[in-house]
């Protein structure tokens, strides 16, 4: 049996342990503390020394104000299309501005809830020895409650039929300011399409979000995979070393409320000391395309290192890149910071899509043929760097 097949052998019990006997891993809370100190064990017997950082994080508000406000102003636009086309005209530069300005309101809310990060570096290596940080997210998401898979898959496609919505409404918008009177059946029409998208986005950010209040994920693929890939590969690398290559391994706390963990690592590293380089993962256990994290953000996007998806390429010609225009990860962080990281991400599994951030992100949707995909990438990065500080 060859190494990535036994390592994701070992990986799938970590899984179970952390997404089904464990469950549920909000940050903070008392199951997270669990699935960290279930990951300190591991790593402790396999003889890393491990240490955690005590933060703050701010939790997730019930509603975003900015995601009602671009609700309201799409309701509207379409009724005012004749008398006042601008607010149709920016739709798309407010929904194309939506996801980064949601993400900096949950950065920048005020801290008030405890949790920590897991830090594990082989036995007696300081950290600014380290040479790579994989890292991997210990807390599962706030999960929806809908049960329909016909509204799961409306939630999961919202954008892009709104952006859809936007872009028709801000053309005919444009027609009327520049003097195309348009029928009045399609004036109906158009304001119709536009309060149908604007009460559809309303209902599921408020009631939506509000049904789901309390509950969490299980959080199988998103993100009890990347942790368990990490523990196979920490376990593999305590054993066979690689070279001169140090590894540190980094399980993070409050990714889903806005990279808290991730941002309060990357600020403790000292400027002056040489930095390590971060490959982050999330969402590697479903679906056949294995994919690099090469931008983030629409506007001004943050660009991930490419010396290292250089090396994914390199080692891994299938390997497909992928812009993060609505989501985001711990990556961006440490990219914020001037350091060198990147992130993969698996993709293709229509029913791992649709039970992200629900009650059915479970072990149902994990496929292990995902896995090694990633373990097996990862060992040829790795080697790749050792061979380098070998010359």
Partial sequence: MDEPTLLTQRALPHLSVLAE?????????????????????????????????????????????????AGAALLCSGWL????????????????????GTRWLARNRQSNQASENLFCRPGGQETTG?????????????????????????ES???????????????????QVLGVALPAWLLVALAGIGSLAGVAWLLLETWGRESSRGAHSPGAHDNASGVSVLLALAEHYAAHPPG??????????????????????????????PQPQFLVLDMVGAGE???????????????????????????????????????????????EHGLQATAL????????????????DTLAVIEPPALQMTITTIMQMIAVLASELQE
């Fill in 345 to 360: 991400q698996t993709s293709g599994s229509l029913q791992a899509e649709l039970a992200y951030h629900s009650p059915d």
């Fill in 244 to 273: 001169k290559l140090q590894i540190g391994f980094l399980f993070t706390t409050a990714e889903e409320t806005g990279g808290h963990g991730a941002r309060a690592f990357a600020a403790t590293l000292p400027r002056s000391a």
């Fill in 157 to 175: 496609r919202r954008m892009d039929i709104v952006q859809r919505t936007v872009v028709l409404l801000a053309a005919a918008a444009l027609l």
């Fill in 289 to 335: 395309v294995l994919r690099w994290v090469s931008k983030d953000g629409l506007f001004l996007p943050l660009r991930s290192s490419a010396r290292l998806n250089q090396i994914i390429q390199q080692v891994n010609p299938q390997v497909r890149e992928l812009w993060y225009t609505l989501r985001s990860g711990d990556h961006a962080a440490f990219l």
């Fill in 21 to 69: 006997q464990i469950g549920p891993r909000p940050a903070g809370s008392p199951a997270e503390q669990q699935a960290r100190a279930y990951v300190a064990d591991c790593m402790s017997r396999w003889g890393y020394r491990c240490e955690r950082q005590g933060l703050l994080f701010a939790a997730l508000p019930r509603v975003f104000p900015t995601n009602l406000l």
């Fill in 81 to 100: 299309l004749v008398e006042f086309p601008w607010l149709a005209i920016s739709l798309p530069l407010i929904f194309a501005l939506l996801p980064q």
């Fill in 130 to 154: 380290i040479h790579l940080v994989l890292c991997a997210h210990l807390d599962s998401a706030p999960a929806s409650r809908l049960t329909s898979r016909w509204l799961r898959r409306l």
